[in-house]
């Protein structure tokens, strides 16, 4: 069983959300630890949020179910049943169809970190909980469109 050597694993931020959206991804990036590893079945990245950073749009999946895990710092996890403070060891799932749009965020004002594990399926669609936008994607890359597969609008993604 080779043991990965995190120190060699960058951490990466960015988004593949389109226009104005991928702004709301500052402060938060990860590593792909499976990846690193090899896996192929299914993701596990560790994630680091920033002071204020939030891990991505609110949203939920079709496909793939998803865990987390606080592994460092305070997040709070905002789905639909409203707002639940998660520390270090605390863990939340999310299986595929269950149409409760979640997040976490970083409220304090030191460093949060959590680890990923989720189902990697050949396609995927998802949905964003707090705006008109649903995610496809497929071995082409992501689409992301209106929740009735409709363009994206200017307004929406500032372009």
């Known amino acids: 069983m080779p ?17 104005k959206l991928a702004a709301a991804m500052a402060g938060r990036s990860s590593q792909a630890l499976g990846d690193a590893g090899g896996l192929n079945q299914y993701g596990v990245n560790l994630v680091r949020l920033d002071p204020g950073a939030i891990s ?3 949203h939920y999946h079709m496909q793939q ?3 987390v895990m606080v ?9 639909d049943q409203g707002e639940h403070m998660m520390q270090v060891g605390d863990c939340a799932t999310f299986p ?3 149409a409760n749009g979640h997040h976490l965020v970083n409220k304090t004002e030191a460093p949060a970190f959590f680890l990923v594990v989720g189902t990697r399926t050949e396609t995927e669609t998802g949905y964003y909980s707090d705006i008109d936008m649903k995610v496809s994607m497929d071995a082409a890359g992501y689409t992301f469109t209106r929740k009735d597969g409709s363009p994206l609008t ?6």
């Open 3 to 19: 043991k990965l050597d995190l120190s060699k694993i960058p951490f990466k931020g960015g988004s593949s959300y389109p226009g």
């Open 96 to 98: 595929a169809g269950e």
């Open 154 to 159: 200017a307004d929406q993604i500032g372009e």
């Open 71 to 79: 592994t460092e710092g305070t997040c709070t996890l905002i789905d």
């Open 65 to 67: 179910d998803e865990f």
């Open 56 to 58: 991505s749009l609110r």
